[in-house]
């Protein structure tokens, strides 16, 4: 069983659409994040929340927002999505007092 | 900040041992890792590294730590076919945050 999951795994949409991609997990951790990949760029991060009532913007947090509805999840949205937009998107989780990240299986997105 | 450099590329054959290397930023950095992402999937964690190791074991994966030239590698020994991939090194900083290297796509030939 996934213990980080992502909702949808992938999504086709237009210029100027909303889109909101979810994140859960059973890991039970406090820490959760949510990256873009780009290829040949790594992993960049978007925002991270620490706790329920705590939203911190990453590197590259412009055109996107989060919400942490619980503990357990984790949803970013793309208010009006755009075409460099089109990435892949991991969240991932950590323990209050770990070292390491897990990371969901990915989203696909593609912004036409 | 600044960024954590990686090679892009490595082609090794089946039974050799495959190095990647990466130089990180962050003097500060605790724990280094190591990621694997095959063809369609996440990231899955490989191995890490306390910064106060300069060696990590771990089966067939050796980590090496250079502190002084922050320098960490990964020695896969006697790579196989489903070792193919992209490694991913990450620091995590002195700001708790975790900080990516670009990747280096291995492939391996029968």
């Known amino acids: 069983d996934a213990d980080v999951t992502q909702t949808p795994r992938n999504r086709i949409t237009k210029t100027g659409k909303r889109i909101m991609l979810e994140c859960s997990q059973t890991?039970?951790?406090?820490?959760m994040y949510w990256y873009r990949q780009d290829p040949g760029l790594g992993l960049r991060l978007i925002y991270y929340s620490f706790d329920v009532k705590d939203i911190n913007k990453g590197e590259i947090s412009d055109g996107y927002s989060v919400s942490r509805q619980a503990q357990a999840k984790f949803s970013l949205s793309l208010e009006s999505a755009i075409p460099n937009q089109t990435a892949l998107y991991f969240c991932?989780?950590?323990?209050?007092?770990?070292?390491?990240?897990?990371f969901g299986p990915g989203t696909r997105l593609t912004v036409l | 900040g600044e960024d954590v450099e990686q090679s892009l590329f490595l082609s090794v054959r089946e039974g050799d041992s495959s190095v990647i290397n990466c130089t990180y930023t962050?003097?500060?950095?605790?724990?280094l890792y190591w990621y694997k992402q095959e063809p369609g999937a996440g990231l899955q964690l490989l191995t890490y590294i306390f910064s106060n190791m300069d060696m990590k074991q771990d089966q067939r994966l050796t980590v090496l730590l250079n502190k002084k030239d922050k320098h960490l590698s990964l020695r896969i020994a006697d790579t196989q076919t489903g070792d193919s991939a992209i490694y991913f090194c990450a620091e995590l900083r002195g700001n708790n945050r975790l900080a990516f290297g670009k990747g280096n796509q291995v492939v391996v030939i029968p």
């Open positions: 991932a989780t950590r323990a209050l007092m770990g070292y390491t990240q897990y």
């Open positions: 962050d003097s500060s950095s605790t724990y």
């Open positions: 890991k039970g951790h406090d820490r």
